[in-house]
């Protein structure tokens, strides 16, 4: 019988990774590992579903970067390598007024040098002021920008490149508002302001000196995201985890050098649940960080997905644009999913329509309400008539944890009150993206592993 147990509380593809990973780090029959999801299913904001006679549309997210590789090395050490595939490469827009492409030489809607402020004026997205504007940005003074993507980009290029570029790309990304968002959160964005005065400049270099992508910079499983839960769950279990859903944490108490979860024993406890609901679990245990993580403040959305008939030929090799903040009403993002993906291709278009982010609250909206919204809005946006055959609704309440400026101070106040044992993970603390949910849980499981080493 193995003498030493971990305790894994949540089933989302953080707590997923940890198991995995430590029944690789751990001599199989050493130690028992346990993963405990309060729910019914494996995967947190990771879900497929069949949808208007697709046998697998996701609800949640529907591909990783590749270019961070941690989701892509463990989608193929769990098996998908010959289950993968990429998103077609059609371009993305903007809508303001009408849709405008997104150019080319923007580094997460930065321009990168003269040509990218060109092409910005040939997608007519910004006003004659607003390019002059952005044209300036070289010339500009360092400022401190105060940890915030808002504060720095509005500074350096004007309020058209931050709320119809940045502000939107980043606030899709992230749920967000960037007027209030760390910009130490965006690590690409971040390391442009690090040591450089102009963004411009530096992101000319940045581009100058990255190597040519030769492959593709999204994937997902051809059965949809939630199939990489599913195979990281059949993975950890194939390793010796115990792994069981339904099965809520209520109770975890100090038990000298070790813990008690629900009464029972644990030489380590990872908490890969959100900061926010996690905080009620750790006061009695680590009342200060649990009243740093009280503080977390996530939003809200919802997917809208529409088996729309009719497709028009203007809309074609489009795959989808983005709201920007000033022009918002409910939407967001609208993503044309047989656009994307060549494997959904079939009748009509499928859309993946996202609502709400933070200080856009949609949880007080019924479904019905919702549909109604996002087929108003985006029939608006393309001058169509979606006419719907099929409608999903997919709620995600505080799915979004939000990167206040000083971010890291937080998450460094988070651990240091964090007793030996007792480790956290997942989107609240280095990062919402599942490559940055799966390399902060891998290091999460290395740490265990040397604190059961040295703990023997």
Same mark, same amino acid.
């Given at each position: 019988?193995?003498?030493?147990?971990?305790?894994?509380?949540? =089933?989302?593809?953080?707590?997923?990774?940890?198991?995995?990973?430590?029944?690789?780090?751990?001599?199989?029959? #050493?130690?028992?590992?346990?993963?405990?999801?309060? =729910?019914?299913?494996?995967?947190?904001?990771?879900?497929? !579903?069949?949808?208007?006679?697709?046998?697998?549309?996701?609800?949640?997210?529907? /591909?990783?970067?590749?270019?961070?590789?941690?989701?892509?090395?463990?989608?193929?050490?769990?098996?998908?390598?010959?289950?993968?595939?990429?998103?077609?490469?059609?371009?993305?827009?903007?809508?303001?007024?009408?849709?405008?492409?997104?150019?080319?030489?923007?580094?997460?809607?930065?321009?990168?040098?003269?040509?990218?402020?060109?092409?910005?004026?040939?997608?007519?997205?910004?006003?004659?002021?607003?390019?002059?504007?952005?044209?300036?940005?070289?010339?500009?003074?360092?400022?401190?920008?105060?940890?915030?993507? =808002?504060?720095?980009?509005?500074?350096?290029?004007?309020?058209?490149?931050?709320?119809?570029?940045?502000?939107?790309?980043? =606030?899709?990304?992230?749920?967000?508002?960037?007027?209030?968002?760390?910009?130490?959160?965006?690590?690409?964005?971040? @390391?442009?302001?690090?040591?450089?005065?102009?963004?411009?400049?530096?992101?000319?270099?940045?581009?100058?000196?990255?190597?040519?992508? !030769?492959?593709?910079?999204?994937?997902? $499983?051809?059965?949809?995201?939630?199939?990489?839960?599913?195979? *990281?769950?059949?993975?950890?279990?194939?390793?010796?985890?115990?792994?069981?859903?339904?099965?809520?944490?209520?109770?975890?108490?100090? #038990?000298?050098?070790?813990?008690?979860?629900?009464?029972?024993?644990?030489?380590?406890?990872?908490?890969? !649940? $959100?900061?926010? /609901?996690?905080?009620?679990?750790?006061?009695?245990?680590?009342?200060?960080?649990?009243?740093?993580?009280? !503080?977390?403040?996530?939003?809200?959305?919802?997917?809208?997905?529409?088996?729309?008939?009719?497709?028009?030929?203007?809309?074609?090799?489009?795959?989808?644009?983005?709201? $920007?903040?000033?022009?918002?009403?409910?939407?967001?993002?609208?993503?044309?999913?047989?656009?994307?993906?060549?494997?959904?291709?079939?009748?009509?278009?499928?859309?993946?329509?996202?609502?709400?982010?933070? @200080?856009?609250?949609?949880?007080?909206?019924?479904?019905?309400?919702?549909?109604?919204?996002?087929?108003?809005?985006?029939?608006?946006?393309?001058?169509?008539?979606?006419? $719907?055959?099929?409608?999903?609704?997919?709620?995600?309440?505080?799915?979004?944890?939000?990167?206040?400026?000083?971010?890291?101070?937080?998450?460094?106040?988070?651990?240091?009150?964090?007793?030996? @044992?007792?480790?956290?993970?997942? /989107?609240?603390?280095?990062?919402?993206? *599942?490559?940055?949910?799966?390399?902060?849980?891998?290091?999460? /499981?290395?740490? *265990?592993? #040397?604190?059961?080493?040295?703990?023997?």
């Amino acid at each position: 019988m193995p003498t030493r147990r971990v305790v894994v509380v949540g =089933g989302g593809i953080s707590g997923l990774t940890v198991a995995h990973a430590l029944t690789g780090l751990l001599a199989s029959g #050493d130690v028992e590992i346990e993963l405990r999801e309060a =729910g019914a299913r494996w995967g947190g904001a990771l879900r497929t !579903t069949p949808f208007a006679g697709r046998p697998a549309v996701d609800e949640g997210a529907d /591909a990783y970067l590749v270019r961070t590789p941690a989701a892509a090395n463990l989608a193929r050490r769990v098996g998908l390598t010959d289950a993968l595939t990429s998103p077609i490469g059609a371009p993305a827009a903007v809508w303001h007024d009408r849709l405008h492409p997104i150019p080319d030489g923007l580094v997460l809607g930065v321009p990168s040098g003269p040509r990218s402020i060109v092409r910005l004026a040939r997608a007519g997205l910004l006003s004659g002021r607003g390019l002059a504007r952005a044209a300036l940005e070289p010339l500009l003074p360092r400022r401190d920008h105060g940890d915030s993507v =808002g504060r720095l980009v509005r500074a350096r290029f004007g309020h058209e490149v931050h709320e119809r570029l940045v502000d939107a790309l980043i =606030g899709s990304i992230y749920g967000t508002d960037t007027d209030h968002f760390s910009l130490a959160m965006v690590p690409q964005l971040a @390391g442009l302001a690090d040591g450089h005065r102009s963004l411009l400049l530096a992101a000319r270099a940045a581009r100058a000196r990255a190597s040519p992508t !030769t492959g593709p910079l999204f994937e997902a $499983p051809l059965a949809g995201m939630g199939a990489l839960a599913v195979a *990281v769950a059949d993975a950890a279990r194939a390793g010796g985890a115990r792994l069981l859903t339904d099965a809520a944490v209520t109770d975890l108490g100090a #038990d000298g050098r070790r813990w008690r979860v629900d009464g029972e024993p644990a030489d380590a406890v990872v908490l890969a !649940t $959100p900061a926010a /609901a996690t905080a009620p679990l750790v006061a009695g245990v680590a009342p200060d960080a649990a009243s740093v993580m009280a !503080t977390m403040e996530h939003a809200g959305v919802a997917i809208v997905t529409l088996a729309v008939p009719d497709w028009p030929e203007r809309l074609h090799d489009r795959s989808g644009y983005l709201v $920007p903040k000033p022009v918002q009403r409910t939407v967001t993002a609208a993503s044309f999913g047989s656009q994307k993906w060549s494997h959904w291709r079939g009748d009509g278009e499928v859309l993946r329509i996202s609502l709400g982010r933070d @200080g856009l609250p949609i949880d007080h909206l019924a479904d019905e309400e919702l549909v109604a919204r996002a087929v108003e809005e985006v029939g608006t946006h393309l001058a169509l008539d979606l006419g $719907p055959t099929a409608a999903r609704v997919s709620r995600w309440p505080a799915a979004f944890p939000q990167y206040r400026p000083h971010h890291p101070a937080w998450i460094a106040a988070v651990e240091s009150g964090l007793p030996p @044992g007792l480790v956290v993970t997942g /989107a609240s603390y280095h990062g919402v993206g *599942v490559p940055a949910c799966v390399a902060h849980a891998e290091a999460t /499981a290395a740490r *265990v592993a #040397d604190h059961l080493a040295r703990t023997e």
